[in-house]
T-cell receptor, first 112, second 116 residues
Framework: RKEVEQDPGPFNVPEGATVAFNCTYS??????FFWYRQDCRKEPKLLMS???SGNEDGRFTAQLNRASQYISLLIRDSKLSDSATYLC?????????????FGPGTSLSVIP | DTEVTQTPKHLVMGMTNKKSLKCEQH?????MYWYKQKAKKPPELMFV???????INESVPSRFSPECPNSSLLNLHLHALQPEDSALYLC???????????????FGPGTRLLVL
């Protein structure tokens, strides 16, 4: 079993739709969690950190459930520009000394 | 300035060549990372430097040799690579100052490497 798993995708959704991505992690010692997006042939860019209390940034909402070892990302009112691969990132610790694991990514295509 | 720069953008090399990839950041970050990314796969961590010291080496073959000349620069020296080493090589940096804070990594645009 992979240490970080994500919905296999791809997700093809119409503009304006709400889409949810799920991510699970196996190491209960994991400390910090992030969602990154990666456009085709570009580098990953931080979308948002994920906090225990849940956090929201505009149309994006991230949730963390430590008991279930589960992270989610909700995108409301999808835009064409949201088309990208979404990577769940888990860090066993809170600094660079600890291992950073990327999930396999979930591809999103928002269709006009 | 939240920019991490990498050179070159593209590199084609033969299996007997020696080349180097360069990464630079001027954000005052004290942790720097090398990742390898194959097509349609997530980035895989190779090396981590913290305060200019190698802190993580993810069992990377010795044909990849990292170097951190100072806190702003990170190099990856390549020698006797194989065609399967062809990939996007990404550099990233993070602050690495406070154990109580979540560390955001900022990525450079990457170097696309092709080994013939």
């Amino acid at each position: 079993r992979k240490e970080v798993e994500q919905d296999p995708g791809p997700f093809n959704v119409p503009e304006g739709a709400t889409v949810a991505f799920n991510c699970t992690y196996s190491n209960s010692a994991s400390q910090s969690f992030f969602w990154y997006r990666q456009d085709c042939r570009k580098e990953p860019k931080l979308l948002m950190s994920v906090y225990s209390s849940g956090n929201e940034d505009g149309r994006f909402t991230a949730q963390l459930n430590r008991a279930s070892q589960y992270i989610s990302l909700l995108i409301r009112d999808s835009k064409l520009s949201d088309s990208a691969t979404y990577l769940c990132v888990v860090n066993r610790g809170k600094t660079s000394y600890d291992k950073v694991i990327f999930g396999p990514g979930t591809s999103l295509s928002v269709i006009p | 300035d939240t920019e991490v720069t990498q050179t070159p953008k593209h590199l084609v090399m033969g299996m007997t060549n020696k080349k180097s990839l360069k990464c630079e950041q001027h954000m005052g970050h004290r942790a720097m990372y090398w990742y390898k990314q194959k097509a349609k796969k997530p980035p895989e961590l190779m090396f981590v430097y913290s305060y200019e010291k190698l802190s993580i080496n993810e069992s990377v073959p010795s044909r990849f040799s990292p170097e951190c000349p100072n806190s702003s620069l990170l190099n990856l020296h390549l020698h006797a690579l194989q065609p399967e080493d062809s990939a996007l090589y990404l550099c990233a940096s993070s602050q690495d100052l406070d154990r109580d804070r979540q560390e955001t990594q900022y990525f450079g645009p990457g170097t696309r490497l092709l080994v013939l």
